[in-house]
């Protein structure tokens, strides 16, 4: 597989957001995404063994693993190397930007799938059956750049019906969309969503790699 990065720091998003967690980013990425901080995962990385990889995640003694990217799906060798961290006892994150058809995912791993907002300008690449194939400890997150994102992404979960499907997170981009009014926009609404933020870009500089 090629790894962009191996790393163990504090999970910055979703419903583990806080927790220890040792994060396998994995190089390329078929979407470019106009808000994405972390085009250095798109080209380059290294070649490593899976018995190799296996062994730097259980080194950090840490019962949580995300699989990230770049996209991570986008690899074959993805998806029984999910399987296999599963089977040795990990709780797994698989965060994938949706454009992947995510049937494949050992269903014991959680998905964590973000929905393309307008703002991202890759909403034509979404694999939309995705939804319907999402669990009840899955994950959905929206992205949102502005205004016209949030009443798109409000429209979509109203469309599938995601918040009785899982739980839906909603994130500004990093230094375009204020948090305090995205959280004003949710309140107003009264959506069953959690408003996330990067907490690792408030522990560490926003721009730090391998945290």
């Not at 998003?13 to 927790?19: M, N, Q, V």
């Not at 973000?114 to 690449?125: A, F, I, Q």
């Not at 979404?126 to 899955?138: E, F, R, V």
Request: proline share 5%.
């Amino acid at each position: 597989m090629r790894v962009t990065e191996i790393f163990h720091s504090i999970q910055g998003e979703s419903s583990y957001a806080g927790r220890p967690c040792v994060f396998v980013r994995l190089t390329g990425c078929p979407l470019r995404c106009t808000w994405c901080d972390t085009e250095y995962a798109f080209y380059g990385g290294n070649e490593v063994p899976r018995d190799e990889l296996l062994a730097k995640v259980k080194s950090y003694g840490c019962d949580l693993v995300e699989v990230t990217g770049g996209e991570p799906l986008a690899q074959p060798g993805t998806f029984p190397f999910i399987a296999i961290l599963c089977e040795a006892g990990y709780t797994v994150l698989i965060e994938t930007s949706g454009a992947i058809d995510i049937s494949a995912v050992d269903e014991r791993a959680h998905v964590i799938l973000d929905v393309k907002c307008p703002g991202s300008g890759m909403t034509d690449r979404m694999h939309w059956q995705n939804l319907s194939k999402l669990k009840a400890k899955d994950e959905v997150k929206f992205v949102l750049a502005d205004r016209k994102d949030y009443d798109w992404a409000r429209e979509v979960i109203a469309r599938y019906d995601l918040s009785n499907a899982c739980p839906v997170l909603m994130s500004p981009v990093f230094g375009s969309l204020e948090p305090r009014q995205l959280a004003e926009w949710v309140l107003a609404d009264r959506l069953a969503v959690r408003v996330q933020l990067q907490l690792h870009k408030l522990i560490w500089t926003p721009d730090m790699r391998g945290v």
